[in-house]
């Protein structure tokens, strides 16, 4: 086999390989007498097919089919002995191949970029410091029984958080306007879910009670003919309730999966899993930090095949969020790929870099983390030894969480060299949803 290599441009590469005539042909030969020993044709009994015959019906099938094979096979070879290693599939170019003279073919491929690592003592990171304080414990209680709440009528003035039901009529200049009318709608005060002015013109008011409400809509709603327009609405609320917390007793404590230990084991429970959601948040933000650090300092070339790859995920991932009852091709049609290209790159990025870091300073997965974190994910079902034994019987599932281990693992070593800052913080802040950088 004759390789030879040369970079067309960028992380382009354009690989020649010439093979010898009698690896395609003897290969030929040795499928075609296999075929003759079964093949069943018009005239001749099994097995009693002319080879002539054989080759005239079925050898150029066989023969493309074989070479299928071999390009498969020796681009690799060719590859590994270049000492280079694509990023994605070739696009393969047949120059020769007719029988009895060498194969030759040309493959046109990415190669992966060189990282060049910054110095990681660059880095520098806040680390939130907090813990679950006995107020932080009563507000997740209230915010559990709010869940369960119930609602009860009243003839009161209607207040922030009941919930009312209303007919109202919009108009503007005098005219009703589209989507400006409804009969028994239902309405939290203060969920934000009306045009700005409209929730607060309805506190005071009773059952059966009729007002009118002057509003001005924002700049920026999503109908451009009411953008910053002053109109008016007539609102008449027929019914109003207040919402009704359910007490801390044995029915609550049971909704959330506590059978026994009443209010003292709930609230432990609550405690226990505010405490594991603040570790987490308290990581990921750390994580975060790192990783964007790592992206913004590292310049890269990208291969286009990869960026492709990642947009081709990133797209399957929405695809799946919507039900996955969308065909590949309306999906690229509904999500092209200038929706996921930024998200892509940078994913791109940071495996490349992750990966020369974990190169660079033979780093491997830690089994007992992985392990760790198999029976953290397991600790939240009713059966965890079952959803362990599941991970580690599924090589896809414990795939991904290696991956998440292992990347773990390098912002631990990055931490290690880093220049990091303990910021004190409350249980809230810490839990706060944080932007990606």
């Known amino acids: 086999m004759q390789v030879s290599i040369e970079t067309t441009s960028g992380l382009e590469r354009r690989l020649t390989v010439n ?15 296999q075929a003759a020993q079964n093949v069943r044709l018009n005239g001749f009994r099994k097995g009693k097919v002319p080879m002539k015959v054989v080759r005239q019906r079925f050898g150029a099938g066989v023969r493309q089919e074989v070479i299928g094979d071999v390009l498969g096979r020796t681009f690799y070879d060719a590859v590994q002995k270049e000492d280079v290693k694509p990023a994605g599939q070739p696009s393969i170019e047949i120059v020769k191949s007719e029988p009895g003279e060498n194969l030759e073919y040309i493959a046109t491929f990415e190669v992966y970029p060189e990282v060049e690592l910054m110095d990681l003592a660059a880095v520098s990171v806040e680390r939130p410091v907090a813990e679950v304080t006995d107020k932080d414990v009563d507000n997740m209680i209230d915010v559990l029984r709010k869940q369960q709440q119930s609602w009860k009528d009243t003839k009161r003035k209607a207040q922030k958080g009941d919930r009312v039901t209303i007919d109202f009529v919009g108009r503007k200049d005098g005219e009703e306007f589209e989507g400006g009318k409804a009969e028994g709608q239902q309405l939290v005060l203060g969920s934000g879910q009306m045009v700005p002015g409209f929730e607060d013109g309805i506190l005071g008011m009773k059952p059966g009670e009729e007002s009118d409400i002057d509003v001005t809509f924002p700049e920026d709603y999503q109908a451009e003919e009411l953008r910053g327009a002053a109109v008016t609405f007539n609102i008449k609320v027929t019914a109003s309730e207040k919402p009704e917390l359910p007490a801390l007793d044995e029915e609550l404590f049971k909704s959330y999966g506590v059978e026994e230990g009443g209010e003292e084991k709930f609230r432990e429970e609550v405690r226990n899993n505010m405490q594991r959601e603040l570790k987490n948040a308290a990581l990921n933000k750390i994580k975060t930090q790192v990783m964007d650090q790592l992206f913004e300092k590292h310049t890269v070339d990208l291969p286009a095949a990869l960026i492709a790859g990642e947009v081709r995920t990133l797209r399957g991932q929405m695809v799946q969020q919507f039900g996955g009852q969308i065909s590949a091709e309306d999906a690229e049609k509904m999500l092209p790929d200038t929706m996921f290209e930024d998200q892509a790159k940078r994913r ?7 990966g020369e870091i974990v190169k660079q300073n033979k780093l491997s997965v830690d089994a007992d983390r992985v392990k760790a974190k198999v029976e953290e994910l397991a600790s939240t079902y009713q059966q965890p030894e079952e959803v362990v034994e599941y991970y580690y019987n599924n090589r896809e599932l414990l795939s991904g969480v290696e991956s998440v281990v292992l990347e773990d693992q390098v912002v631990d070593f990055v931490l290690d060299t880093a220049e990091v800052k303990e910021v004190k913080s409350s249980y809230d802040d810490v839990i706060k949803p944080q932007q990606q950088g």
């Open 348 to 354: 791109v990025v940071l495996g490349l870099v992750v």
């Open 19 to 33: 093979l010898p005539a009698e690896i395609v042909d003897h290969e030929v030969d040795k499928r075609l007498q």
